[in-house]
């Protein structure tokens, strides 16, 4: 059963930072692509960025680029999205989620996802 568990939200002011983490297994972790999503009330959800099986890869929305960043703790089986310079348009319930199979960062972010955390909620004040 692939399970993913976001953890690392909370509230900032426009301009601060905040990581996010989403912990899963050592199988999954390893044979997986993975995404963060966010979705803000009344809106679609929205792809923020990527990354490709094993961690070689990354990709990003255009609105998060040069802000935002994707690391891993290889040991922890945890990704982390390092999230600077973050504006009110920002906010949302960020989620973490997987892919099995071998995807670069730019092909895992075409098509579905079938496995999903519970979310984590980020508020930014201005």
């Known amino acids: 059963q692939v399970q993913l568990q976001e953890s690392g939200g909370g509230s900032v002011q426009a301009g601060g930072s905040l990581t996010l983490s989403c912990k899963t297994s050592?199988?999954?972790?390893?044979?997986?692509?993975f995404g963060w999503f966010r979705q803000a009330p009344g809106k679609e959800r929205e792809a923020v960025a990527f990354s490709g099986t094993g961690h070689r890869s990354t990709y990003y929305a255009d609105s998060v680029k040069d802000r935002f960043t994707v690391s891993h703790d290889n040991a922890a089986n945890t990704l982390n999205l390092q999230m600077n310079t973050l504006k009110p348009e920002d906010a949302g319930m960020y989620y973490c989620?997987?892919?099995?199979?071998?995807?670069?960062?730019?092909?895992?972010?075409?098509?579905?996802?079938?496995?999903w955390g519970q979310g984590t909620q980020v508020t930014v004040s201005s």
């Open positions: 050592s199988g999954v972790y390893t044979n997986a692509c």
């Open positions: 989620a997987a892919k099995m199979g071998f995807f670069s960062a730019s092909a895992c972010s075409v098509g579905q996802f079938i496995y």
